[in-house]
């Protein structure tokens, strides 16, 4: 079973930006979709974005246009960049493929 570890997340002002990166333990290569989602407080756990295999890519509106989804087959890694940050944009964000999930970061916006 492929494990995930998340790294990227922290404090960052409105307009910021920041890059989460979502690293596997295995080969990403044959894996047909990976994604990320987020959990803000007293919130369900939303999507934010979707890439597939042929790295066909799916947004929430919420985000479209501000955040980028990619990944690197080489390295066993997918990325989100998350650009002009807004403060709804305070969450946890998870990076998942079929069957497992990464624990999560924190990503704060500072007033």
């Known amino acids: 079973q492929v494990q995930l570890v998340e790294s990227g997340g922290g404090l960052v002002q409105p307009g910021g930006s920041l890059r989460h990166s979502c690293a596997a333990s295995?080969?990403?290569?044959?894996?047909?979709?990976m994604g990320w989602y987020r959990q803000a407080p007293g919130k369900k756990r939303e999507l934010v974005a979707l890439?597939?295999?042929?790295?066909?890519?799916n947004y929430a509106d919420s985000v479209k246009g501000r955040f980028t989804i990619s990944r690197d087959n080489a390295k066993n890694t997918f990325y989100l960049q998350m650009n002009s940050l807004k403060p709804e944009d305070t969450a946890v964000y998870f990076c998942?493929?079929?069957?497992?999930w990464g624990p999560g970061t924190q990503v704060n916006l500072s007033s």
């Open positions: 890439i597939t295999s042929d790295s066909n890519t």
């Open positions: 998942t493929v079929p069957g497992a």
């Open positions: 295995g080969s990403i290569f044959s894996i047909n979709v």
